[in-house]
């Protein structure tokens, strides 16, 4: 439940025209939320928060296990064993980019979603009103406008923490993320 609080403060202050409607210091920002919209405007973007954040978390653990078992079933198949740990890390990386696409693509409406509602500030009816009204104001392409650039984004963070947590794990002596290929 902590999340919300955090992103409707992080959305607002992104969403400040040059930081004249919000503070851009944090307390400042969180205050003025609490007084002008109450606790309930901290989590009016909870349901669309989660409709992104749940398949995402879901989306880049079975998709990247799936990218990684793909490489070494179909591509380097002689066994993951018998390549070295650079070659590894490019599959990790390779992997976790292809997981960020798929990431992207089934969190982007719901991220589109919860952006449009909190840049509408305070305003009156439940939050599946208001989300019916953006729904009407951008039609289904709307919740589609900025998605290259989220893949992009997605695709290159996802196989960067990917990345880094392998090179963690390699550095402290154990083996890259993934099974390797099920053939060997």
Known sequence: MLLCPWEAVKLKMQLSRAGHEYPSQLGAAWAKIKAEEGTAGMYKGIIPLWSRQVPYTIVKFVAFEWFVAFFYDNIFTKGKENYNKPTQLGITFASGYLAGIFCAVVSHPADTMVSKLYSQGKSEGSTGSKISK???????????????????????????????????????????????????
Request: charged share 15%; aromatic share 16%; no cysteine.
């Open 134 to 184: 953006i729904y009407s104001e951008i039609g289904f392409k709307g919740l589609w406008a900025g998605l290259f650039t989220r893949i992009i984004m997605i695709g290159t963070l996802t196989g960067l923490q990917w990345w880094i947590y392998d090179s963690f794990k390699t550095a402290v002596g154990l083996a890259t993320t993934g099974g390797g290929s099920k053939k060997h």
